[in-house]
């Protein structure tokens, strides 16, 4: 539409603009008028130059403005207006009464479709600033807020807040009541926040995350979370059935605008982030929860690559039988050898890469090069069973169990060489289904062992109902024996109870002969730690084994 700059032109400067056309219209009439006076009368076609004052006048004030003008321009080139100059006959009535109509006919029509593009005009501007299934201001209307703060002067002692808030329980709130209820639940909480505080401003900006901009006297910030908090967790009611909701937060206190406006949207969602992650309610920003947040994409994008460019290896790191002291098998821990950082130990990217998809793509990578590398061994006559660990999402993986085996019969491995690890506080997060997901890979031979044991405080009430064959002590645990009264008492328990279940105990992170020696004295079936060998990669790992072989034939 050609006139379509014109209308946002007026949306956009206000009404001082639109009236600022008053005189302009009225000057093109009175030019019409002289026009049509100067070039004889009404009885040429001059007269129609009176349509451009009307049909702006109709574009800028709309309906009621085009009508107006239509008056006006009809009686100007009406009464006052002869029909012929030099002859000074005059027009007869029903001439310019007939004009006048069909002026005012196109003021009304031009005024109409001006209103049309006006409202259309609007509409897209509202559309562009709300979240059209709530009504909500959006991302965009955030922005423009914050904007507008650099232009206001701060109340002394007071602080702008900007809170992030997500609901923790939206995936199980959809699976259960639809999409309809994450909307509703923000609905209601959105009026609770505005109803708490008339000055906070409300915002969607993400399809489960509200945005609260406002700004309070430093003193009472505290408080003010507090009570948003409180407010966030109170049920909401859906279809008339009250509904809990678990909310967490992440928020940055500015005093002025010192930066660009998605900044300070980028920090508050940065804290949102390590709010997850703490899995604590709220979290107030830092500069480093952002460096690490950077620090975290970036190394999720260097790792899919580092896949590909064969940066990953696994490296085997003994399982000793404290009772006759034969390797009994090896555990894979992967290894990243960055170009440029070095070793990056699985400590610092596997948990990274648990909280996205790719550490579905780093638990297959690891179970083929394990089982590859038992594949190797047995043809060299090594029959070594090894261990993999694999994390809670790799659990609730449709075909996880399937894939497995899949890989052991490619390679023609039996599934008792092939054992697989998880820890403690995995199994928790979700119980159910993982009695379940391990029951089936049991069933079809795989040693499965609990990893971390003693680290996840619940698992002791489930322990009997586990498919497990092996109990992994956690070395926080195994580092304080045997001087340590709290850590005796613990794995003493954990021994005697896994032995009374048929389970088997290892305890890893050994680094010394007197924790070994007490170790025998309780009757742990196998050790792991430095005090036999660090973990090597796989030609270091047998020669690591033909020399430990030869050392243990001549001790005996």
Known sequence: ?????????????????????????????????????????????????????????????????????????????GPFMPLNIETGEMQESIQWLYRTGFFVLIGLFSGVASDAARSYVMKLKWISLHETSTGLPNRIALINEIKKLSMKNNPAG?????????????????AALGFGVIEEAFLQLSRRFSDQNKGNQIFYTDTAQLVILATIYSSKAENFLHEISTISKEPILHNDIRIHVDTRMGYVVFDHISEEPETYLQKAEAALTAAYKQELDSVSYTSDILSETKENLSMLGELKSALSEGQLSLYYQ????????????AEALLRWHHPERGEI????????????????????????????????????????????????????????????????????????????????????????????????????????????????????????????????????????????????????????????????????????????????????????????????????????????????????
């Open 1 to 77: 539409m050609d006139t379509m700059w014109l209308f946002k032109y007026f949306d956009q400067n206000g009404s001082m603009k639109r009236w600022s056309m008053v005189p302009v219209i009225l000057m093109l009439m009175i030019g019409v008028y002289a026009l049509v006076y100067q070039t004889g009368g009404i009885q040429f076609v001059y007269s129609h130059s009176m349509y451009i004052p009307i049909l702006l006048s109709g574009l800028v004030f709309g309906s009621a403005g085009g009508i107006i003008s239509g008056l006006i321009g009809g009686i100007i080139l």
């Open 158 to 174: 007071c602080s702008h807040l900007l809170i992030a808030l997500s609901l923790e329980n939206k995936i199980e709130l959809k």
């Open 318 to 329: 003994p399982k000793i039988v404290i009772a006759t002291g034969e390797v009994h098998g």
């Open 345 to 556: 130990l699985p400590d610092v990217f596997i948990p990274r890469a648990e909280q996205s998809t790719l550490i579905n793509l780093l638990t297959e990578f690891s179970l083929v090069q394990a089982i590859e590398q038992i594949k190797r061994w047995q043809e060299k006559g090594i029959h070594m069973p090894v261990a993999v660990n694999i994390s809670p999402q790799n659990l609730a993986m449709p075909g996880f169990g399937k894939m497995v085996l899949q890989y052991l019969n490619h390679y023609g491995i039996s599934s008792n060489m092939l054992e697989l690890e998880i820890t403690e506080r995995g199994l928790m997060l979700d119980i159910e289904r993982a009695i379940g997901e391990l029951n089936q890979l049991v069933d079809e031979q795989l040693i499965i062992s609990i990893d971390d044991f003693g680290t996840g405080h619940s698992s002791l009430q489930y322990l009997h109902r586990l498919p497990v064959s092996l109990i992994k002590i956690d070395q926080s645990f195994i580092l304080k024996l045997p001087n340590d009264k709290g850590a005796v008492n613990i794995v003493e328990a954990a021994v005697t109870l896994a032995h009374k279940m048929g389970i088997k105990v290892l305890a890893e992170g050994i680094e010394n002969k007197q924790i070994y020696d007490y170790l025998i004295k309780i009757g742990c079936d196998l050790a792991q730690g430095f005090l036999f060998s660090r973990p090597l990669p796989a030609e270091e790992f047998e020669r690591w084994l033909i020399e430990y072989k030869r050392k243990t034939k001549e001790k005996s």
